[in-house]
């Protein structure tokens, strides 16, 4: 099972859905301004999270004509409709969470869900978490060995650490190669590197790594 959230951020923002679709069976979290999204794309979402005053009064009435599984929460509250919809996502133990609508907007809100999804990878590593938009997939990566592909619409790969160190990263197939470095975080030395090579590795033994893949138009 995959798990797609879509938030309420910028709509220029988001990508074809499309895109992402595969055979794998696909359930949809609405965050509140994303469940318009959702439904004037056509789509209905298995849930939908927020306290809905972002929505408008039409989409609200088609997900209680479709029985959706509505979660409204007040807008004063500890946690943000993100993590709310996180908490659910991870609930159903799916093998890829991703998340749409989550950049282009409000920096506090973007930063609060890198450092919320990568203490999620952390707790639960066989799930992988992505964050995408039209120019940008940010993958939140476990220690180990990972094979990557290379794409002619997304060809700059940065690798980024958001622990204090990831030990022992190596990259073959790559530019700019790698042998067991630790890079700590703050470090800029893996941005922006390249495929060299249809396919190429990445692999670290301790920390938490943010791979962007990405493009300037």
Not at 18 to 36: H, L, M, P
Not at 40 to 46: F, Q
Not at 138 to 163: C, D, H, L, M, Q
Not at 190 to 196: P, V
């Amino acid at each position: 099972m995959i798990v797609h959230i879509v938030a309420g951020g910028p709509e220029r923002f988001l990508p074809d859905f499309e895109e992402y679709e595969t055979e794998t069976i696909i359930k949809w979290i609405g965050v509140d301004r994303g469940t318009n999204y959702l439904m004037e794309r056509g789509i209905h979402p298995d849930m939908a999270i927020g306290d809905f005053d972002s929505i408008s009064k039409e989409t609200l009435h088609a997900l209680k004509d479709k029985n959706i599984h509505l979660l409204k929460y007040p807008s004063e509250k500890a946690e943000t409709d993100m993590e709310l919809a996180l908490q659910h996502a991870l609930k159903l133990k799916p093998e890829i969470i991703r998340i749409f609508g989550a950049t282009g907007g409000r920096l506090d809100h973007f930063l609060a869900n890198i450092q919320l999804f990568s203490v999620s990878a952390e707790k639960d590593p066989s799930i992988s978490i992505m964050i995408i938009d039209q120019k940008n997939e940010i993958e939140i990566k476990n220690p180990g060995t990972f094979e990557i592909k290379r794409s002619s619409a997304k060809p700059y790969i940065s690798f980024v650490p958001v622990t204090k160190m990831v030990e022992n990263l190596t990259l073959e197939g790559f530019k700019y190669p790698l042998k067991n470095r630790h890079i700590f975080f703050g470090s800029t030395l893996c941005i922006s590197n390249e495929l060299i090579y249809d396919f190429g590795t990445y692999s670290f033994t301790n920390g938490i790594l943010l791979v962007i893949r990405s493009c300037d138009d």
